[in-house]
């Protein structure tokens, strides 16, 4: 592939004294402009990972003190959030794990069929009336979707479920499941029309239905960007704050199933920052190391199911 | 610990020096709960003399503290102080109540709790509204967010605390739902026919109801006679012998523009 693309540029090189003439010129002056941006480049680079630093050790350092205080297996493993006795995260974690695998499992298949959909199936002017309304769906504020989800969802559940308050884990899944639809929809689309044409002519040309080549020969060979996809779902369904806070009630008591009210870790940190000192103030640091973590594991679980994939 | 606080008592000094030249400092610090309503006190007194204002929310505790030792003029307090608390050198002046109305569904037929009834459904105890004389319904419990200045005012009047390890901390029940602010509990109680709240008596209107309490209804009168027992008053502690320009201002709080302020601000006025 290289090399027929290399061939014809040197020809036009050849071909170009004015070209070859600007090239010598350039090569004897030192390249102020190429030097600026590579320096910018990396200054850009660098903010990236200063930021993320610096982040990591501020929470550590304010976290630390609550962790001491209460231990760390308490932290994590205990249920019970008392401030300022004790400090136990056990069902903020189940709450945050529950309801961003709960959003993945609504929300991941539609997201899915949706990009292989825009990408394969729809005639064009559908595909574009259905991309814009998508790509709107990420820019909707989360505020509004948690209001969407305490007008629509609270009450739909109220009354399917026959619960007296439902502002519930399940409430919290559902609303998480429309907010995960763009990025994964973006995402998966763009990794199925990135692959090359030659796949599905080949797979055509062996005879192949058009259902067979889109989930047997499309979906394998977009699998790394549809499982970026997923896993940037899964880290903004783990961070989402607002909207989670509006719809899942909060309760710090463990939840025992999905019609109970929960209290998510970043709905933790959110409600009670304001007023917390000492101690409970640490322990929200705390919290935050937590949420860190997830992502890095989520993060670090992407790197090795794509590094399978190659092998 | 111990430099940031010579920091910031050099600045603070530095800056009394700066002032004392122009005019007096009153300096206030105390209760978050006090400071909304001391600021707007500030503000209007400012604006009609020459001396300046500081107010500081470091809570009630540390302004009943600072009173005391005489780092502050004057201590806010947004429940009662203490015995423990008391000393000799400082006396003790209410500048308003506040209220904190107990609210449900407009739809729910329940209209008067004992404290001992709403102190149970808190707990967790009584799950059901018939319990109380209500439908056959179950109770969806609001609270607010540990450390909300409202929830520890209920929380102390109401008794709806324990001992966990030596170190006091909330009785309430860890199912009850927890809601940020008093609109998000009025939102949550205006819409939920099974909910029950607590919110500041200003912010009740026509949207929840707001039932009696022993019998007596959550109204102003009924706070200043006493009669309505969920209250706390807002205390500011001054030394017996307070300077000139505390004694001003705490004068202009007691007067009839100061209460007029308080009243507007939703507070119940003590004189």
């Known amino acids: 592939m290289n090399q027929t693309i290399a061939a014809p540029t040197q020809e036009f090189e050849f071909k170009n004294p004015a070209l070859i003439d600007a090239l010598n010129q350039s090569a004897q002056k030192v390249d102020w402009v190429g030097r600026i941006f590579n320096l910018l480049f990396l200054v850009s680079a660098l903010i990236g990972v200063i930021s993320v630093a610096t982040i990591g050790y501020f929470l550590v350092l304010e976290g630390l003190p609550a962790i001491q205080f209460a231990g760390l297996t308490n932290f994590l493993l205990g249920v019970d959030w008392y401030p300022p006795a004790l400090y136990g995260i056990g069902a903020m974690i189940v709450a945050s794990v529950v309801s961003a695998l709960g959003a993945v499992v609504i929300g991941v298949p539609v997201a899915l069929l949706t990009a292989i959909f825009l990408a394969e199936v729809a005639p064009k002017w559908l595909a574009n009336m259905i991309r814009p309304a998508v790509e709107l769906l990420a820019g909707i504020p989360s505020v509004v979707y948690g209001f969407f989800g305490l007008v629509i969802i609270v009450p739909a559940i109220e009354s399917t479920f026959n619960v007296p308050a439902g502002s519930t884990l399940l409430a919290g899944i559902v609303v998480l499941a429309v907010m995960i639809l763009p990025t994964v929809i973006t995402i998966a689309e763009t990794s199925i029309r990135a692959i090359p044409k030659t796949y599905k002519e080949g797979s055509y040309a062996l005879g192949a239905s058009p259902m067979f080549t889109i989930l047997k020969v499309m979906l394998p060979a977009a699998r790394s960007g549809i499982l970026a996809g997923v896993v940037l779902g899964v880290a903004r369904a783990v961070g989402e704050t607002m909207a989670i806070i509006m719809v899942m009630g909060n309760s710090t008591a463990m939840p025992g199933s999905l019609l109970d009210s929960a209290r998510s870790l970043t709905a933790n940190i959110a409600l009670e920052m304001s007023y917390a000192t000492g101690i409970h103030a640490s322990s929200l640091y ?22 399978k994939r190659v092998k | 610990m111990k430099t940031k606080l010579i920091t910031a008592l050099s600045a603070a000094s530095m800056l009394f020096a700066a002032s004392s030249f122009a005019s007096n400092t009153v300096t206030v610090s105390g209760s978050t709960s006090v400071s909304g309503i001391m600021e707007v006190l500030a503000e209007r007194y400012q604006a009609t003399q020459h001396d300046v204002v500081e107010v500081q929310s470091t809570g009630s505790s540390a302004g009943i503290r600072a009173a005391k030792e005489g780092t502050s003029m004057i201590g806010m307090s947004s429940r009662d102080v203490k015995d423990s608390e008391k000393n000799q050198s400082t006396q003790e002046v209410i500048m308003a109540m506040d209220g904190i109305a107990v609210a449900v569904n407009n739809a729910n037929s329940v209209k008067d709790l004992s404290i001992e009834q709403v102190k149970k459904i808190y707990m967790g105890e009584i799950k059901n509204w018939k319990e109380v004389g209500g439908a056959d319904q179950p109770i969806v419990a609001v609270t607010r967010e540990v450390g909300s200045g409202t929830r520890g005012a209920f929380e102390d009047i109401m008794g709806l605390t324990r001992k966990i390890n030596d170190i006091t901390v909330t009785a309430i029940s860890p199912r009850a739902q927890v809601a940020s602010g008093n609109g998000a509990i009025k939102t949550l109680v205006a819409n939920n026919p099974y909910a029950i709240g607590f919110i500041s008596l200003g912010s009740v209107d026509g949207s929840l ?30 030394n017996n012998q307070p300077a000139a320009e505390a004694q001003q201002f705490l004068d202009y709080i007691m007067g009839t523009a100061g209460q007029a302020i308080v009243a507007e601000e939703g507070y119940i006025e003590v004189n």
């Open chain 1, 286 to 307: 705390s919290t935050g190391i937590v949420l860190l973590v997830f992502v890095m594991l989520l993060n670090t679980s992407l790197l090795v199911l794509n590094r």
């Open chain 2, 209 to 238: 109801a707001a039932v009696s309490i022993e019998g007596a209804a959550a109204t102003k009168d009924n706070i200043k006679s006493g009669a309505y027992g969920i209250a706390r008053p807002f205390v500011l502690l001054v």
